[in-house]
């Protein structure tokens, strides 16, 4: 793992109204990391990675990804990263092929990479015969799977995921972060959220969201051992008992 810092946030702040989502936190993650950004519902999570994303600005406080300021650059920043979600990913209406023709195009891909890296991903992902099938008739963990090679298509420095493993089995779930790991060998930078405290383990670090601030950062080991805890889950609840708001 590097030691380039790919996040950096110092007092970052959301407010709105009288109610602050996000409330002055700061940390940094190296290229390469794979960096679990937990929180209960109303923590404030969401919110602060909508700000990292460049979709919603910071009310103070400082922060860049990849290099671009969240203020000025957000625009920039969208175009250096990647991003899935269990919401939303992929469109459902469109074939495996034209979804990654899609995505490449809004990352300005010429024809030949979006060509070069669609053969690449139907062969690595076994779905060689799948490529002209809509997206909707495609099992879940495939779906999943896929989502994720789209997110990082346009080979981001930081990819962001946001709960990506919801709804799918153990072990499809273990074979997803087998991609996770291979990409973040592959130097890019892994921010997810995660309600499966068997998922925060396999982070390098992880930091825990309390009430809009970060409550706890440090590897699994170290939390456990900071905390008296045998797993990630008991640290978890933990801090999450302290917790007073409960929506997000």
């Known amino acids: ?13 959301k407010r709105f109204g009288d109610f602050t989502a996000v409330d002055h936190i700061s940390f940094e993650v190296q290229k390469g990391e794979i960096f679990g ?3 209960a519902n109303g923590a404030g999570k969401t919110t602060a990675m909508r700000m990292l994303c460049g979709l919603s600005l910071p009310t103070s406080g400082k922060a860049t990804v990849a290099g671009f300021d969240v203020y000025k650059e957000n625009e920039k920043i969208k175009k250096n990263i990647g991003y899935m979600s269990q919401k939303f990913s992929l469109y459902d209406d469109l074939t495996v092929k034209e979804n990654m023709r899609f995505y490449g195009g809004i990352y300005g891909m010429s024809d030949k990479q979006i060509k070069d890296k669609t053969v690449f991903i139907l062969k690595h992902l076994h779905l060689e015969s799948e490529g002209n099938k809509l997206v909707k ?9 896929l989502a994720f090679s789209v997110a990082i ?3 981001p420095e930081i990819v962001f995921l946001d709960e990506p493993t919801g709804g799918v ?3 499809t779930r273990r074979e997803f972060w087998n991609m996770i790991y291979q990409a973040a060998a592959d130097g890019i930078t892994i921010f997810v959220t995660t309600h499966y405290m068997d998922e925060a383990e396999y982070c390098n670090r992880v ?7 970060i409550d ?3 590897t699994p080991s170290q939390l456990k051992k900071t905390y008296e ?15 007073v708001r409960n929506a997000d």
């Open 229 to 243: 805890a045998t797993s990630m889950d008991e640290v978890f609840l933990k801090l999450a008992r302290k917790a």
């Open 207 to 213: 930091s825990i969201m309390v009430d809009g601030r």
């Open 169 to 171: 089995d153990p072990v």
């Open 1 to 13: 793992m590097s030691t380039d810092k790919v996040i950096t946030a110092e007092q970052l702040t």
């Open 37 to 39: 950004f937990l929180g």
């Open 137 to 145: 008739s495609l099992p879940l963990g495939w779906k999943q799977k």
């Open 153 to 155: 298509f346009h080979e």
């Open 216 to 218: 706890a950062l440090d």
